[in-house]
DNA sequence: CAATCGTGGGT
DNA sequence: TACCCAAGATT
């Protein structure tokens, strides 16, 4: 078993300044935690401190229209997790506060075991393990587990509780579960871990047998299909594009989106397109596609662009300025390739 | 419970 | 360029 005491000493001399380090505020390590599911470090820190900029509190979170929290959140990505946000601070004001506990956390919407463990950990002491990849990959190491990840997880899990049963660890919940995060990201990483700096070396068994950088082994990596839409797009005179709301779940939920056909892995011939077009018009093609790669499928659109004088008014549609946008990455690749057609440079 | 759900940065 | 992958949650 790896000693507590050595990680913490470790941490204490090399933590990582974090925009999110240093407050136990629940609404912002809750924030820090929900936007760093996935996400990296060097993504969240900008958007982190403009999204408190925004929206200070939970109650200012709470109070703000969801077209607000979408603009904010766009290009991000997993907007499931705004989507939850979102409703979470609405049920924390409607309590009158945050809960108090880890267990009453992960009773919110979109915070699971990982999420409720490291805020409790972080903002209340509470003794409790988040399990996260980092935990998941020092763990599997010390022990040198050799399974597969997912058939091993509820196994590190329960040995990583083993490190917080420490009485050091214990003592200093939130930074010795943030020494675990730190440790994963600068030590022990998934490739050329740095063995020779780590505070746990002469206790890690897979250190011992040579195969660090090999664990967690690794499932098998599936093949992304690739899908195929053609899009839509309508602007005025003076610049307002014709934009869609995407249904509220699923893929991109609650986002805005250039009108156009489902995407789908049989390719579309423009003819077969122009049913989805929002209007009849003079729809020119735009040369080139834009790719953009899903986790779990490709996608490449290709991209009709109309003028007129002024939108239309059309049940399910909006305009919408060129700016302030809650448009997914997807829909700026799309877009980009409009600015490209364009003769004249200056636009987004 | 395996599949779904995004994106930017690093290599 | 192409791949890997990151402080996961939900169904």
Redesign the pocket.
């Known amino acids: 078993m790896a000693s507590a005491s050595l990680l913490l000493a470790w941490y204490d001399r090399h933590r990582r300044t974090?925009p999110?380090?240093g407050t136990r505020d629940p609404y912002r390590v809750w924030l820090?935690?929900v936007m760093?599911?996935?996400?990296?470090?060097?993504?969240v820190t900008p958007r982190y401190t403009r999204f408190l900029e925004r929206f200070p509190d939970v109650a200012a979170l709470a109070a703000a229209p969801w077209e607000a929290l979408a603009e904010e959140w766009?290009?991000?990505?997993?907007?499931?997790r705004a989507r939850?946000l979102h409703a979470a601070a609405q049920a924390v004001v409607e309590r009158g506060s945050f809960p108090g506990d880890s267990a009453g956390l992960a009773a919110?919407?979109?915070?699971?075991?990982?999420?409720?463990a490291?805020v409790a950990a972080i903002a209340f002491d509470e003794p409790v393990m988040p399990v996260?990849?980092?935990v998941e990959?020092v763990t599997a190491r010390i022990f040198a587990e050799q399974m597969p990840l997912?058939a091993a997880k509820v196994r590190l899990a329960r040995l990583a509780a083993g490190f917080m049963a420490q009485p050091e660890a214990r003592a200093r919940p939130g930074d010795f579960a943030?020494a675990m995060?730190?440790l994963?990201?600068t030590i022990c990483?998934?490739?050329r871990p740095a063995c020779a700096l780590c505070p746990w070396s002469g206790e890690c068994a897979a250190r011992a047998l040579g195969i660090a950088e090999t664990l967690p082994a690794?499932a098998a990596?599936?093949v992304r299909p690739v899908r195929h839409g053609v899009h839509f797009l309508l602007r005025d005179a003076e610049g307002r594009m014709l934009l869609r709301r995407r249904p509220p779940e699923?893929?991109?939920?609650g986002?805005l989106e250039v009108p156009g056909t489902a995407w789908r892995e049989a390719g579309w011939a423009i003819e077969e397109a122009m049913p989805f077009a929002p209007i009849r018009a003079g729809w020119q093609v735009l040369p080139g596609e834009a790719r953009?790669?899903?986790?779990?499928f490709e996608l490449r659109m290709r991209l009709l662009v109309a003028r007129c004088p002024s939108l239309p008014r059309i049940e399910g549609f909006e305009a919408h300025p060129g700016e302030g946008l809650a448009l997914?990455?997807?829909?700026?690749r799309l877009l980009a390739l409009d600015a490209a057609a364009l003769p004249v440079a200056g636009k987004v």
């Open positions: 974090l999110w380090r820090s935690e760093l599911q996935q996400t990296t470090v060097a993504a766009a290009g991000l990505g997993y907007y499931a939850n919110l919407p979109g915070i699971g075991a990982y999420t409720a490291a996260d990849g980092n990959r997912h943030q995060f730190d994963g990201a990483t998934p490739r690794k990596k599936k699923g893929l991109l939920g986002m953009h790669g899903f986790t779990h997914p990455t997807a829909m700026r």
